[in-house]
Structure formats: structure tokens, C-alpha cells
């Protein structure tokens, strides 16, 4: 064989292989398009916001203005003197709020899913309006009765005991935790249920008949078998709690106690100069991190919790402990939870709402009572909120829902070669702090103004929150879809039907009600949501909450009083009505909560 | 009608790799009813799923009707939905938010071969007739019994006459009694229909009683395909006489082309050509083939014995018998007066042994 005729042949079989390569690329992308499509969707949606944090945090200036990478903003963000303060704040605050919620939430549960505890649906109830109104109104009636200067509390006591300094106060980082505490109850109550619920009664019921006593297998069955559930939920809330805004913000600000998250606000949305994206953006970095590692915690804790999972899921209800005479010191101590979270707060709101300006509680109070507040919110905000919260709150479900269903269906049931990466992707808004996902998205927006001028209308939030909830959404479809046995979805390709005809024909028809509740869900959390439509407001698409939050910042409690107590007033009769969602949230047949 | 030819699939689990199907070749012929028949875990499942395009496989190549549906070298797939099939599933996977109707009449409204509107109802009837199902054609599926379901699985994988029928494990949901009613009726039906069939199960009754055709798995190969009575009569390895029906085993030691040492005595039977004399080889014999007598002594075909227990089964007498430091199976029909304890003898008759080395 001469050398020409090596070396063709070389080539031609380099061709050939480059051909059989291109070929199976090809197959792969024709076998799996709807991987690749919800991967791409998915990649852009979720990849794009986190890029763009390391992206701003590396440049200087407005947006869009070009310029060379640097590391300046970390030089300068971490060299200022707050932020060892700011990291040891954010630290102390979210072990704080994490203690807080399970003092709270530990005895409930145990309460409510173990004992024969009066009243249970009564109890129910009261979570869920406890949870659907939004934590940055809870704060607000908080501060109403426990602020040292204007707070109903101080103000009383001073005018009944004659004390001249204030007797409580709230701004200071462990009433910062204590508010942030009581108001995550609900959502980690709902949590830890529907892991209770899920856990084989079995191992209890083989504990007794092998003759373990009841105090025993508490002891040796039932907490190291809920242990892990208790730290899943543990770590669950502690991502949420180095993240969250309302309450730092709300209790913190005047304070001046920040932390990483309230820095990262106020670094973009200076009220003098211009917004600094870098600084926000370098804290912002530091902040994803956190919620990354505890991220990667959290699975790593709830895949030990599988491990206990009743496999078979036949409706069952284990023994409930009867009380006895405990029950009245069970019931006091759910009052004094409800009064705190619920009932004080949204009595000081009503209170203020009906006085033409905060007072505390009086004869000469009394006799001021008026309606005022409520007549003159039309005049005061006109239709502008409303129309915005109503696109919000029906767009943001639909297109999370659409996404979500169409992402657990490849994670699900398509052999797609990378599904557990699209599932990862998928996750991450549950890792990311919301409030990073929204800089960014405004970062972005302002960057790409010209292409997609969403910047400061109400679809640039819409967007923030199809984004958001996409997690939440797509995990508890996760859990939907496996539960439909995949043989009648195959059942259904036998028949000759495609992919998207058998998606469209059997799965959703299957899960319609669970998808429903999902909508309804991703609704109301979509309704009291204020950290990202704050920070991506404009003039032109304030919505509910954040005019509430404006209003507050205004001095204007009277006013702010009327709008949460109609804002309230109009998710309850809903959450009442989708009584049925929250018990299967608490039964474990969804993918949890989404607390934020 | 289906050919498979050098089948293979490998998964990659978390603790390693899987064989589940090593390269098998298989030819089913038009009308004929094929059974896969092996213990679960052999790959049957996966062989059959394969054929249905639900599974992909690593190679070899899948012809239906003269159709390559799959090919590994030639890199060809064709997707269930283009496949000419009707499938019945272990779970029905009957779809509950239809009715019994909606469910038998999809393949023909959203499936492969749509039909006109008017077209629809008569064919679906026939169907629900063919399964006796006409007057529940309004029910709510979810509101039939397992055997009801069944049925309607059944009458969806053949409304829209395809040439060929998968099913896996169909029957093994029902209790004894409508297993048995259904296996009968299963026959009838996919003869009447004319459809070539591929059935999977991992019970040997069920294979023997309806398959034209057995092939015995065993851990992803196939290894024996005949008549159900030559699979049952001369299964080919120890697998498949372990396998299918019941046997009594007893080591032996070559001596000649057709004799063989064992402690049941000199026994005359064809040897394997590779089995030299002195070699350790293992005897094979179907309790029904045994008998006993009262005569208690050793002789020519017969060793005396001590029987240990009696299971009376009806329709036959399973006896366990102590010959010679060996337990054997004994079959006999009907009732018999032996009893426990009693001492006698077991026949062998010529013939009957094989011989596996
Ligand atoms: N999706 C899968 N992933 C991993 N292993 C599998 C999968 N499906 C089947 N197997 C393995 O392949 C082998 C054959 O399985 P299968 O075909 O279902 O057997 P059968 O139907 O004969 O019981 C088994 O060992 C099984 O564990
Ligand atoms: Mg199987």
C-alpha cells in the first residue's frame, strides 16, 4: 500500500466516523427533542439570571455599558467595614428564625397529626389564613402594637402605668427573628405534616406488638425515624431565612440592622445616585453560594427521609394519642400561636384602618372609628394595582404551571440522557434568593432594553415569578406524574398516539386536579409575593403589595391598615374554598410549600 | 411475522451494569401464539417491550411484518406509535378518566388508524363484543372489576386489528379461578382473531396451555423454543426441566453409551454424546411418570422405600418417597391407599429417565 493510499483511507475512515458522530447526534436531538427543548427553555430562564449576578458583579457602572471585567466591586464590597456586621446579622437572624419556627412548629404537628386535639379544623384553618397573608403585613401589625414610639403596646402601658420609657421593642435582631419565625410556622407546619403523614404507621404498630412501650417507641422509633424530616425542614427554612427581605426590611431598616439581603435591596434601589449592580451583585454572589451549599444540604437530608416513605400509600390514619387533661394546656398553647401570628396583627391593622390616624386603644379612640380609610382607597391608587395584580396573579401560575408540567414530564418519563440536570435547573429557584433572581432580571432587562422592553412593566415581573415558582411547580408535579402508572401513558403510544398527543390526552386528564391546585397555589403565593415586584418596580406596574409596601414607607399606616385588611379580605374566602388543596399539601400528595 | 435477531439490552444501574437481554434470536410466525416463559428478572419484560418500541435496545435488529422497526447496526427506530401493534399491560393501564367506551375506541380517535366518525362505534362494539363487555360500554372504567379491565385492556389492543398482540403477564392480577376462566377464553379470542401473539408470563401452566410455540428464558437468553409438549417432554438443559413442570433429581455416574450409576440402581437411558463413562451426570424423571407398589423389595426398574408424606390434590396424589438415601416425587392419579410410614416400592419405568450432564 503506498503512503497516498494510507493516508486516504485514514481520512476516508475519519470521515466516516465524523459522519457516524454527526448521525448519532443527530438521532439523539430527533429522540429527545422535548429534552432538548425544555432544557434550552429551562437553561435560559434559570441560567441566564444567575449569570447575569456574576456578570454585573464583575462590571462597573449602568448597565450595558461595557467596559472591562473587575474585580473592583468585590474589593469594595468586602472591604467596607458593615459587612463583617452585615454577615454575623444574617447569620444570628436566620438561626434565630429557624428556632423560632420549630418552637412553634414541633408541638403543632405533633399536635395536630398524633393527638386527639380538639378543635382541629378550626386550627387548620387559621394556618391558612395565617399563611396567605403576606409576612410583610404581619411585620406591619406587629410594629403597630410593638414599636417603642407609636406601638399600641408602649403606648398603653404608658398611658396606664404612667412608664415613661417604652416596655417592648421590636427593632432589634431578635424581634426580627421572632417576627420571621412565627410567620414561616405555617408553611414548615405544612412541611413537616405531610412528612409525618408519609412515614409507615408500620414501624410504630411493630414497636407495640413487640411489647415497647409508648413512652419507648417515642423514643427509640418514632424521633429517630421523623428526624430527618425535622432536619430536612430545618435546613429548608434556614435557605428561606438567609434569604428573605420582608421582615429585615420592614423591622430591620429603621433599625439600621441589615443583612444580606436587605444590603443587596438597598444597593440597588438607592433612594439618592444610581443603582450600584455591582455591589449587589458581589453580595449577591456570596448570597448564591450560601443557598447553593444549603441547597445541596437539603437533598442530601431528604434522601434519608425517602428512606422511611410508606411505599403502598393506602389511605391510612394512624392511632391519635388521646390527651386528657394535657388537651387544655395543647389548646392554650395554640392560642397564644394564633394570637401572636394571626389574630394581634390583623387586629392592630383593622384597628389603624378605622382611625383617621394611629393611636393607641381608647374611649376618645373609640369614638373616631370611621370608614374614611376605606372610601378614599379608589381615589388614592386608582385601577393601576388592581389591573396589574389581576394580569399577575392569572399569568404567572399559567405560564409556571405550563413549564412546570412540561419539565417533570421529561424529567419524569422521558429516558432523556440528561433529565437530572434539567431537574437541578429546575430546582434552583428554590436555591437562589429570590430576591438575587429579580436584581438580575432587572439587570437583564435594563441590559436587553431594547430587544424586550419589559423593563418596569408588569411582565417583567410576571417573568420574575413564572421563574420563581417554577420550582415549586415542577416538584410537585414530579411528584404527581410518578405516581400515574407509566404503562397507561405506554398504553396510550401503542395505541399509536405521539408523545405530546398521549401528554395532552391521558397525563394531564390524569392530573388535572393536582394541576389545578398547583395553579390556584402559585397564584396566592404570586398574590402576597413583594420582595421581587419590588424590586422591579416601576411607575407603571406597582401592584397590590408593593403599593401596600410604598404606602408603609410613605408614614401612611391608616391607609396601609384598609389595603391589608381588603387584600386579606380577598384571599380568604378563596383560601377557604380551596380548603381541600391545603389538606393535600398537608397530606403529603404536593410537593410542599413555597414560603417566601 | 416478528423476527428478532441478535437482541440485546444492557442497563446501567447505580450498582452496576445489567445484562437483561444477551443476544437473542427469535421467529414468530403469522397466527402463531408465542410464549415467553422464564422466572422473573430473565428478561422477558424487556424483550417484549422491545418489540413494542417502548424500550430502545443496544443492538440487534426487530422485523415486524417485514417492516425493520429496529435496527442497531443500521441505526433504525421506528416508534411505537408507527409500530402495527396492540399491547395488553401487567396494570391493564386502562385510562380512568374515560369510560369503557372512550378507552376501547381511542386507538381508532387519537391512535394509528383513525377512522371516520360513523366508523368508530361499530368497530369498538365488536370489540366489546368480542369480549363480552357490550352492555358496560357507558361505565366509568374505574368501576369494572379486575377481570372486566382486563377485558377492556384487551379489547383496546385488538379494536384496531393489528397484526401483532403483546402481552405481559396479562392474567397474573386475577385470582386462581378467573386466571384459569380467562386463559381459556384468551385462546379463543386471539384464535378467532387470527393475530399473531407474544405473550410473556412466568408461569408454566399458563405457557404449556396456551402457546403454540414456548421458548424458555433464563437470564436473558433463550434456551429452549419448541411445542409446548416437546418443551415439557424433552426439556434440551437442567434449567428448563427444573423450570417447567416438576421433577425429581438424583446424581448419577456415567458408565456406558446408555447406562448410567445411581443409588437408585442401574439406570438404562440415552447418554449426551460429550458425557464420557465415569463422569458425574444428573438423572431426571417426572413424578407423574413414577408409580408405586406394595411389593416392597429391590428389583429390576423398582427400589423399596419409605414413604414420608402424602398431599392429596384432588385430581392427582403427590406422594414423597425415601428410596435408597434419595427423596423422590411420586405422582398418582386419583386417591391411592398408601400411607405414611408405609413401606413400598418405586417403578421406573424404561424410557422415562434423561440424562443432563
Ligand atoms: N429500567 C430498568 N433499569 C434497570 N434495570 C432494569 C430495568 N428494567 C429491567 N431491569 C433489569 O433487567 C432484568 C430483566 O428485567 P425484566 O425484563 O423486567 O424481567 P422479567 O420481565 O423477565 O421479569 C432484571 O434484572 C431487571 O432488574
Ligand atoms: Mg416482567
Known sequence: MSAREALSGATLRRAIAGAGFTRRVTQEITRHGFGYAASGVVGILVGAPAIAVLLMSLRVGIPGRGGPLTFENYYRAYTDPIVLQVLLNTFLFAIGTVLVTLLFTLPLVWLFNRSD??????????????????????????????????????????S????????????????????????????????????????????????????????????????????????????????LAVSLFEVPAIVGWPARIFVLSSLIYFAVTPNVGLPKYGIGGAYGLLMMVLGLVLAFLYFRVIRETKRYAVVTGRGYRPKMLPLGRWRYPALAFVAVYLTL??????????????????????????????????RQIPELIGLRPFVNTTILVLLAPTLSMILSIFVSWVVVRQRFRFR??????????????????????????LLFREVLPIYGSVFIIVLAHTIAYLAYGSR??????????????????????????????????????????????????????VTMALVLRGPENVVLSTLIWQLWFAGLAPEVGALGVVLIAVVVPIAWGARGLFASIAHGYSGGTDER | MIRIRNLSKVYDTRHGRVEAVRGINLDVAEHEFCVLLGPSGCGKTTTLRSVAGLEVPDDGEIDLGGQVVYSGPQAILVPPEKRDIGMVFQSYAVWPHMNVFQVVAYPLTDGRKRSPKHDVMPRVRGALELVQLRDLEDRPVTDLSGGQQQRVALARALVSEPRVLLMDEPLSNLDARLREQMRLELKKITRSVGVTTLYVTHDQAEALSLGDKVCVMHDGEILQVGSPKEVYSRPQSLFVAQFVGEMNFVRGRVRGRDEVD????????????NCEAGREVTLAIRPEHLSLSSASGDGE??????????????????????????????????????????????????????VYS
Not at chain 1, 427573628?177 to 412515614?199: C, T
Not at chain 1, 392592630?348 to 376605606?374: D, E, I, R
Not at chain 1, 386528564?509 to 397555589?521: E, F
Request: contains cysteine; hydrophobic residues 55%; aromatic residues 10%.
Open chain 1, 160 to 239: 396606664l402605668f404612667g412608664v415613661e420609657r417604652p416596655i417592648f421593642s421590636i427593632y432589634n435582631l431578635p424581634g426580627m427573628a421572632f417576627v420571621q419565625g412565627l410567620s414561616l410556622v405555617p408553611a414548615s407546619f405544612f412541611m413537616l405534616s405531610a412528612a409525618f403523614r408519609a412515614m409507615d404507621p408500620a414501624l410504630e404498630e411493630a414497636s407495640y406488638v413487640s411489647g415497647a412501650s409508648r413512652l419507648r417507641t417515642i423514643r427509640r422509633i418514632n424521633i429517630p425515624v421523623s428526624w430527618p424530616a425535622i432536619a430536612a425542614v430545618m435546613v429548608y427554612m434556614l435557605m
Open chain 1, 476 to 529: 410537585t408535579m414530579n411528584g404527581v406524574m410518578i405516581q400515574i402508572h407509566h404503562e397507561l401513558e405506554e398504553s396510550g403510544r401503542v395505541c399509536g398516539s405521539s408523545k405530546l398527543r398521549v401528554l395532552w390526552r391521558i397525563v394531564i386528564p390524569l392530573m388535572a386536579g393536582a394541576v389545578c391546585n398547583a395553579w390556584l397555589w402559585i397564584g396566592l403565593l404570586s398574590y402576597r409575593e
Open chain 1, 420 to 445: 437530572g440536570v434539567l431537574d437541578g435547573l429546575a430546582f434552583l429557584p428554590h436555591a437562589v434568593p429570590h430576591i438575587l433572581f429579580a436584581v438580575a432580571l432587572a439587570y437583564l432587562a
Open chain 2, 262 to 273: 445411581s443409588p437408585v440402581g442401574k439406570v438404562k437411558c440415552p447418554v449426551p454424546p
Open chain 1, 117 to 158: 386535639l380538639p378543635g382541629k379544623r378550626a386550627i387548620f384553618v387559621f394556618l391558612i389564613a395565617g399563611f396567605l397573608v403576606p409576612v410583610f403585613l404581619r411585620a406591619i401589625g406587629w410594629i403597630l402594637i410593638f414599636s417603642p414610639e407609636v406601638g399600641l403596646l408602649n403606648t398603653l402601658a404608658r
Open chain 1, 341 to 374: 401570628d394571626f389574630v394581634l396583627p390583623l387586629a392592630a391593622l383593622l384597628w389603624v384602618s378605622l382611625l383617621p390616624h394611629a393611636q393607641a386603644f381608647s374611649a376618645a379612640a373609640l369614638s373616631k372609628l370611621t370608614l374614611v380609610n376605606y
Open chain 2, 301 to 354: 426398574g423398582a427400589v423399596g422405600g419409605k414413604i414420608l408424606s402424602k398431599t392429596y390434590l384432588g385430581d392427582s396424589t403427590l406422594f414423597e418417597v425415601e428410596a435408597c438415601g434419595v427423596a423422590l416425587k411420586v405422582r398418582l392419579s386419583g386417591d391411592s391407599d398408601f400411607d405414611v410410614g408405609e413401606q413400598a416400592g418405586v417403578l421406573f419405568p424404561p424410557g422415562r429417565w434423561r
